[in-house]
């Protein structure tokens, strides 16, 4: 697990829309890629905490559901709190995409009828 100096932690924050209440996982989205001067700007608006639950990653990712199965002598398992959150290097707006699909049925139900209707040809 990477390690955030407190320079870094400082400049989190939790994201405005998927930072839920009822959550049970925290990601830091912290992309980490690219030239410097652009990690230096893409840093100030990726480091972002989210707050979902943990059901969809368990459902949908063996990675993860593997990953949450393993047994840690800590008092909490990775993504319980916001300073064992799982850090993952992607940019916000992709994994803003990613929990768009699990938290917006009108999208998995227009999923659901496309392969429905390609099915049915």
């Known amino acids: 697990m990477q390690a955030v100096d407190n320079q870094e932690f400082k400049q989190l924050r939790r994201h405005s829309h998927f930072y839920l209440n009822g959550g049970d996982l925290h990601f830091l989205v912290s992309s980490q890629h690219g030239d410097r001067f652009v990690v230096y700007k893409i840093r100030q608006l990726d480091n972002q905490l989210f707050r979902v639950h943990r059901f969809f990653f368990e459902r949908e990712s ?34 803003e995409k990613l929990l768009g699909v699990f938290y917006n049925p ?16």
């Open 106 to 121: 009108l999208v998995t139900s227009a999923i659901t009828w496309i392969t429905l209707i390609q099915s049915s040809v």
């Open 62 to 95: 063996r990675k993860f559901r593997d990953a949450f199965l393993v047994p840690t002598s800590e008092r909490f398992r990775k993504g319980d709190t916001e300073s064992t959150a799982i850090i993952l290097d992607v940019a916000v707006q992709d994994f």
